[in-house]
C-alpha cells in the first residue's frame, strides 16, 4: 500500500529540517472522552500554537455522545490551555460526527465531512485517524473505516495513517486478533501504536544518554553491573477509572507496555542507525533475550499486591476495594514487582528488578544500574563503612535528570570515604521548554516518524513475557499481598530483592 515518504527522524537536525506537519485532516474516534479532552485536543493547541502544526490541519471528532459541531468546538477551545488564534482557526473550524462505531452510516457521514472539508482545502488529502475509542471498538473502527475505503490514501501523494492507543489487546491471543483484523484494512507502516512513555524526552534521553556518550557504553554490561532497578511509582489511586482498571490491573496497564519499553531501551544493543526500523529492531532483540519465567517459577519471582486504606501526603485515603467502580472482593493488583533475567552475552546473570504501583509515597519513575563494588578495598573497616556501591540513576519523572553515586573523601584529618551524588537537572540544564509526550508522539504520527511507536513484533514480544505471569495470577498461583497506601509495597516486595542480597533503591 503507498504512503506518503516519511520524514526525517527522531535525531534528524532540528536547525536544518523544522518540524511542522504537512496539512492533514486529524480524526478523533472517542471525541467526547475523557483521553480526547485531557491529552489529545491540548496536545494539538499547543503544537498549533508553537507554528507545528500546518494552518491548513482540519479536525473531526466522531463519537456516540449526541454533540454537534458547536459543541466539540467549544470543547475543542476550552481544552486548550494555550489557545491563540491558530488553535482558534482549526477547533473554530471542527466538525462532529454523532454515530454508532458499528454502523455503516457513521462513516458514510464521515466520508462526506471528509470530502467537504478536503475539497474545500485543496491539496493532498492526507488523513490521520486517532483510536481513543474504549479498546473493544478499536477493531470495530478499523472495520468500519475499511468497509467504507477510507482505510487506504485517498490519492498517490497523500498518506491515511491509524493512531492507536494501548492496551493492545489483554494478553497475547487477543493482541495478535486485533492486530489481524487492523491489518485487514491498514498496512502495518500506516499503524501508529502509542506507548505515551515513548514520548517523554527523558525516557528518550536514555538513548542519548548510552549512545552519544563514549563513557558509559563500555560500563554498560555484566562485567560491571550489578544489577538494573526499574521504578514506576504513582502516589495517584485508580481515580475515576475504578471500572477500567478492574479488567487491567497493573501487570497489563505499566509492566507490559511501559515498564517493557523503559527496559528495552536500557537493554538493547546500539543501533546501527537512528532511523525507526533500526532502534526498534534492536528493542525487539531485548525483549526477545528476557527470559520468559517457567510457569512453576513464577511464584518466586513476581510480588503482586492491592492496596488498602493509608495515608499520603497527610491526607487519608480509601482502599482499592473502596474506591468506585471496584468490586468489594476485588483481586486485581494495584501492585507489581518482579525479578527477570536476561539471556544474553550483555546481561546474561544480571538480576533485573522491576516494580510499579498505584498508592505509593511518591510519584516517580527511574531506571537505576548498580555497579560491583569496587574489587578490593585498601581502608580499614571503618574507613569505608558509610560507603556504598557506585550507581547511575536515570530519573525519568518527575525531577528528571542523572544521578551518578559514588565515594568521596569525608574533609577532616581522618580518612573516611562516604557515598556522595554527582547530580544533572534537566530543567536547570536546558531552558526549552518539554514538550508534553502526546505532543511529541502527534507531531511524529502526523509526519510519518514511527521511530517512537511500538511495532507490532514488540507488542506480540511484551505480551510473551508477560504471559505466564498473567497466567499464574489467574490460576491464582501468586497471593495477593496488601500495602498500606502511602508505603512501598508489601514485605514481599523488600524479600525479592532481600533474598539476594540487595534493596530497592541504589547506592
Ligand atoms: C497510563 C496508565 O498508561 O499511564 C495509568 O493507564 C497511569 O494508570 C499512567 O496512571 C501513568 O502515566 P504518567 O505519564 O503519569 O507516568
Redesign the pocket.
Known amino acids: 500500500m503507498s504512503d506518503a515518504p516519511v520524514q526525517p527522524n527522531l535525531l534528524a537536525d532540528p536547525e536544518s529540517t523544522p518540524r511542522r506537519s504537512p496539512p492533514a485532516t486529524v480524526v478523533i474516534f472517542g471525541a467526547s472522552g475523557d483521553l480526547t479532552a485531557r491529552k489529545i485536543l491540548p496536545a494539538l493547541a499547543a503544537l498549533a500554537e508553537r507554528q507545528s502544526l500546518d494552518p491548513g490541519t482540519r479536525l473531526v471528532g466522531v463519537a456516540r455522545t449526541e454533540w454537534d459541531d458547536d459543541k466539540f468546538r467549544s470543547v475543542a477551545a476550552e481544552a486548550a490551555s494555550a489557545s491563540g488564534p491558530s488553535w482558534e482557526r482549526i477547533s473554530g473550524g471542527a466538525r462532529y460526527v454523532t454515530g454508532d462505531y458499528g454502523d455503516a452510516g457513521t462513516f458514510s457521514r464521515l466520508t462526506a465531512v471528509l470530502e467537504e472539508l478536503e475539497a474545500a482545502a485543496g491539496g493532498p488529502r492526507n488523513r490521520l485517524y486517532y483510536l481513543a475509542t474504549i479498546p473493544e471498538m478499536f477493531s470495530v473502527v478499523a472495520a468500519g473505516l475499511g468497509a467504507q475505503g477510507l482505510a487506504k490514501p485517498a490519492g498517490r501523494d497523500a498518506f491515511t495513517r491509524l493512531v492507536v492507543e ?1 492496551p493492545f489487546g489483554r494478553d497475547l491471543a487477543s493482541a495478535t486478533a486485533l492486530d489481524e483484523s487492523l491489518h485487514t484494512h491498514f498496512d502495518e507502516r500506516q499503524i501508529f501504536r502509542i506507548d ?2 515513548m514520548g ?1 524526552e527523558t525516557v528518550q534521553n536514555v538513548l542519548a544518554l548510552r549512545f552519544a556518550n563514549s563513557i558509559f557504553e563500555p560500563v554498560w554490561n555484566r562485567q560491571y553491573v550489578d544489577h538494573v532497578q526499574i521504578t ?1 511509582a ?1 502516589s ?1 489511586g ?1 481515580e475515576h ?1 475504578g471500572g477500567f ?1 478492574e479488567t ?1 490491573g497493573a501487570l497489563r ?2 509492566v507490559q ?2 515498564v517493557l519499553q523503559v527496559l528495552a531501551l536500557t537493554l538493547m544493543e546500539p543501533p546501527v542507525s537512528v532511523d525507526g526500523e533500526a532502534i526498534r529492531d534492536e528493542k525487539v532483540k531485548a525483549l526477545r533475550a528476557l527470559v520468559i519465567p517457567a510457569p512453576h517459577a513464577v511464584a518466586s519471582e513476581v510480588v503482586r499486591a492491592q492496596y488498602e486504606a493509608g495515608w499520603i501526603a497527610g491526607n487519608q485515603v480509601p482502599g482499592y476495594r473502596e474506591e468506585e467502580g471496584v468490586a468489594a472482593d476485588s483481586e486485581t493488583e494495584t501492585f507489581v514487582a518482579m525479578r527477570l533475567a536476561v539471556d544474553n552475552w550483555r546481561w546474561a546473570g544480571v538480576p533485573i528488578f522491576v516494580r510499579t504501583g ?1 498508592r505509593l509515597p511518591s ?1 516517580f ?1 527511574e531506571v537505576a544500574l548498580q555497579f560491583h563494588r569496587a574489587p578490593h578495598l585498601p581502608f580499614q573497616g571503618s574507613q569505608a563503612r558509610e560507603l556504598g556501591p557506585n550507581a547511575l540513576v536515570l530519573r525519568i ?1 518527575p525531577d528528571d535528570g542523572i544521578t551518578l553515586l559514588f565515594g568521596a573523601k569525608v574533609p577532616g584529618g581522618a580518612f573516611h570515604v562516604r557515598t556522595v551524588s554527582m547530580d544533572f537537572s534537566y530543567g536547570a540544564a536546558f531552558l526549552e521548554e518539554t514538550p508534553d ?1 502526546y505532543e511529541r508522539l502527534l507531531l511524529d504520527a502526523l509526519m510519518g516518524d514511527p521511530t517512537l511507536f511500538i511495532r507490532t513484533d514488540e507488542v506480540d514480544q511484551a505480551w510473551r513475557v508477560v504471559a505466564p505471569v498473567q497466567a499464574a495470577f489467574q490460576d491464582g498461583a501468586v497471593p495477593l499481598a496488601r500495602y498500606a497506601a502511602g508505603t512501598w509495597g508489601p514485605p514481599e516486595s523488600d524479600r525479592l530483592l532481600g533474598a539476594t542480597g540487595r534493596r530497592w533503591g541504589v547506592g
Open positions: 494501548k505515551h512513555y517523554k514506576v504513582e495517584l485508580v477509572r482498571y487491567a496497564d505499566i507496555n511501559h498505584k510519584r519513575t519523572q509526550a
